[in-house]
């Protein structure tokens, strides 16, 4: 992985981060093309550069993220249980499957589906009683978490999609997902860092530096991206992420089948 590389790979982060499309997914692809996924820095770059993201929101949403109730951050520690227990419990696998781009073309695929029907679901079954988040909904909205620890599902999707099949708005259940980023992605992140300096006791300047960059660049798309995703949602649906994964899962699909 070179600098220019990073910038990019960090770009698409902060862009793809918030929507429901899988950013983790977008990067193998991009890793894949450029003959990148098998370098030892990508697999921890993957999962670290979603830093710069996750203080976007903490930049944007920092009254709503620091000045809450107590029953606020409960339904967090609630909402990230599950796939934490989950995610330290499976993270070979996860580091295994980060490295099959054909998975992650699958799942696009697969969520995009089901980005489709949860929004025909919600059409026809929200109602403005009972649309808020409650213990139940968070520890639901948890499990629905864990199943995207499989790259290219997206864990802001299935935060959307567990949310709108429990009559959560879409503003709700966008604004939770942005939430939960923040003490999934950061834990996450310290883990991943934990583990590669474990394994070689040392990082080196130029890796320090490739990490930096990415962060930078996922920091800066990352608020662009949220502010114009907040207003999209004030006038649409989820639908168009829901016909985007399906086309990008195809080709992907496609792509890996023809020249991997």
């Known amino acids: 992985m070179n600098y220019i590389q990073s910038i990019l790979l960090g770009i698409i982060e902060g862009i793809t981060e918030f929507f429901p499309i899988s950013s983790t997914g977008h990067m193998v692809i991009v890793a894949s093309i ?3 996924l098998k370098d030892k820095i990508t697999n921890l770059f993957f999962v670290s550069v979603q830093f710069g993201a996750v203080l976007s ?3 944007l949403y920092r009254k709503k993220i620091f000045f809450q109730k107590l029953d606020f951050y409960l339904k967090i520690f609630v909402a990230i249980f599950p796939v934490g227990v989950l995610g330290f419990l499976s993270s070979k696998k996860i580091n295994y499957l980060l490295g099959n781009p054909m998975i992650v073309a699958i799942s696009l695929l697969i969520g995009g589906l089901s980005i489709l029907k949860a929004e025909n679901f ?3 079954n929200y109602t403005n009683k009972n649309n808020n988040i409650t213990y139940l909904k968070a520890f639901i909205i948890g499990l629905f978490q864990c199943i995207a620890l499989i790259p290219g599902v997206s864990r802001s999707a299935t ?5 709108m099949l429990q009559n959560v708005n879409r503003i709700k259940a966008i604004e939770f997902s942005f939430f939960l980023s923040v003490p999934v992605i950061a834990i996450a992140t310290c883990k991943k860092l934990f583990d590669y300096y474990f394994q070689l006791n040392f990082f080196t300047f130029k890796e320090i530096e490739l990490l930096l960059l990415g962060n930078i660049a996922s920091f800066i798309t990352g608020i662009i991206s949220v502010k114009c995703f907040m207003k999209y949602l004030k006038k649409n649906n989820f639908k168009l992420f829901g016909y985007y994964r399906i086309i990008v899962g195809f080709f992907s699909l496609l792509y890996n089948t023809l020249f991997l």
């Open 57 to 59: 929101i903490v930049f």
């Open 122 to 124: 919600y059409v026809k």
């Open 159 to 163: 935060t959307i999609i567990s949310c």
């Open 34 to 36: 450029l003959g990148i």
